[in-house]
């Protein structure tokens, strides 16, 4: 699957995909016009409404992350922007938490690009979002950065 992803993201796991979706939609490079934009391939975990669901992006080799950027989907419906997600990255064999930077939080605003960056330097060949959605909805990703 790594021919569609483009850019230092080789692979991309979810625990749900709706069936009419995507995983590797989020690193496709295609810009999103805002949270509702239907003309672009996206993630979302359509219909496990109220589910955490974890979202597994594996670089292309080892790098040093300087900041993470994600796109929300949000259809105003039964897909919508999280309450809360929260991110880990693998050092060795085990997940360290993600801390961000004092100024930083992990933003859940639609209709821009939510970016938030680690509180020291970390390396790392793969991370995960762990995501809340509302408890009536799911939640989706129009796209992901990793600088």
């Known amino acids: 699957?790594?021919?569609l992803t483009v850019g230092n993201i080789a692979d991309v796991r979810a625990t749900a995909t709706y069936s009419g979706d995507i995983e590797y939609a989020v690193a496709d490079g295609r810009e999103p016009k805002d949270s509702f934009d239907t003309s672009i391939p996206r993630w979302t975990s359509w219909p496990k409404l109220g589910e955490e669901q974890v979202v597994e992006l594996k670089l292309r080799k080892s790098q040093k992350v300087e900041s993470i950027s994600v796109y929300w989907y949000d259809d105003k419906g039964g897909v919508q922007v999280p309450v809360s997600?929260?991110?880990e990255y693998k050092s060795?064999?085990?997940w360290k938490e993600f801390k961000p930077y004092i100024t930083d939080r992990f933003g859940v605003e639609p209709d821009q690009y939510?970016?938030?960056h680690p509180d020291k330097e970390i390396s790392t060949k793969v991370l995960r979002l762990k995501i809340q959605p509302k408890k009536?909805?799911?939640v989706g990703i129009l796209?992901?950065?990793v600088e």
């Open 1 to 3: 699957g790594a021919t």
């Open 85 to 87: 997600w929260k991110m």
């Open 92 to 94: 060795g064999d085990e």
């Open 114 to 116: 939510n970016m938030v």
């Open 136 to 138: 009536e909805s799911t």
């Open 143 to 145: 796209e992901l950065i």
